[in-house]
């Protein structure tokens, strides 16, 4: 079995097609079949992004099937409005799916899909600061109306909680060295641009690496952060769990290998055990899903199509009785 690639984390991104225009759903044939999409079935799509799965999943819809679209980013949801307002199969809510349970509609779902990361489309415009490739002020929120942005953080966060970021969610091993530098640039002036931290970044690490900027994993850890991705991902899935049917079906496609240690390890139902001393552990609950085959990868055919697709994992469970 191929294992996931911790380089995901470099990407800085879950995978579509480059450009605004064109959209490649990441394993689509596969999401479908591990989902079992059913006509009059009632499915949620908690990453709308801009709709490449939640078309393929209508498509095998009738007029009594339902389908739910979230997603954190206000424009994905005016692209979904755009394409959907007049289906009357389709709900559309904005918001992160990790409080998917607030929603009404979110119940006796079918199937549930989460395809984790940023689209291009938010790769892609400049404004929105998730690339250095462009230079931008530097935000990198999925919902803007949310929560505080990179430069904000940069400009409050004491030096150690930076190290801690880049090394948790970048494994970073140069964390306390940039950090440092990040920390003595501010004290001259405010880091406010995609660019200038990427120049940092380089001047900080000093030595060039192949095939990719020394800036990905920070660029990567900081995004992970200020969205707190990993903490909607845990909320998210017992959400979304809680509002299967039994035998409805769970599919999440990650990009790194800490989305997907989290996914992994809430399939098998693995929480901390721990005691007081002297006591046994406690009982673990029964895990309320089962995973359907192993974690599926895409094929190379897909990867030569789209590169964005190569470091993606696709989980399948079903919930049990
Ligand atoms: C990889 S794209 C999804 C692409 C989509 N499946 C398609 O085929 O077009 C990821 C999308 O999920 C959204 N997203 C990421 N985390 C989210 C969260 N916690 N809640 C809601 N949306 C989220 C992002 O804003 C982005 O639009």
Redesign the pocket.
């Known amino acids: 079995m191929r294992r996931p690639r911790a380089d995901g984390l470099m990407d800085g991104?879950?995978?579509?097609a480059q450009g605004a225009a064109t959209?490649?759903?990441?394993m689509?044939d596969e999401v479908l079949t591990g989902l079992a999409v059913r006509a009059d079935g009632r499915y949620f799509?908690?990453?709308?992004?801009?709709?490449?799965?939640?078309?393929?999943i209508l498509a095998r819809m009738k007029d009594r099937g339902r389908l739910l679209l979230?997603?954190?980013?206000a424009?994905?949801i005016l692209a979904a409005q755009r394409a959907f307002a007049r289906d009357p199969r389709v709900m559309i809510r904005h918001?992160?799916?990790?409080?998917?349970g607030a929603w009404d509609e979110v119940r006796d779902l079918d199937g549930a899909?989460?395809?984790?990361?940023?689209?291009?489309?938010?790769l892609d415009d400049s404004a929105r600061g998730f690339s250095f490739q462009h230079d931008a002020p530097l935000d990198m929120r999925?919902?803007r109306s949310a929560g505080r942005d990179v430069a904000d953080f940069l400009a409050c966060a004491d030096e150690g909680a930076i190290a801690d970021v880049l090394w948790r969610y970048g494994e970073e091993r140069q964390s306390r060295r940039i950090a440092r530098t990040i920390v003595a640039q501010r004290a001259r002036s405010p880091i406010r641009t995609t660019r200038e931290l990427a120049e940092l970044v380089a001047r900080a690490i000093g030595r060039r690496e192949r095939n990719k900027h020394p800036a990905t994993r920070t660029f990567q850890a900081l995004r992970i952060h200020v969205?707190?991705?990993l903490g909607?991902?845990e909320h998210?899935l017992r959400a979304i769990t809680g509002a299967l049917k039994p035998g409805g079906r769970l599919a999440v496609?990650s990009?790194h290998s800490l989305e997907d240690r989290i996914v992994k390890n809430f399939i098998r139902g693995e929480r901390p055990m721990s005691a007081p001393r002297g006591l046994p552990p406690p009982q673990q609950a029964a895990p309320p899903l089962r995973a359907v085959g192993r974690a599926q990868f895409p094929a190379e055919r897909e990867i030569a199509a789209n590169p964005r697709a190569r470091s993606a994992v696709l989980r399948i469970a079903e919930k049990l009785p």
Do not use: K, W, Y
């Not at 799509?45 to 393929?56: K, L, M, V």
């Open positions: 991104m879950g995978a579509m959209h490649i759903p990441v689509r799509d908690g990453t709308f992004g801009r709709g490449g799965h939640a078309r393929a979230m997603d954190r980013d424009e994905a918001g992160n799916f990790a409080d998917a899909l989460l395809d984790l990361g940023v689209s291009s489309p938010q999925m919902d969205n707190d991705e909607s991902l998210g496609i990009f």
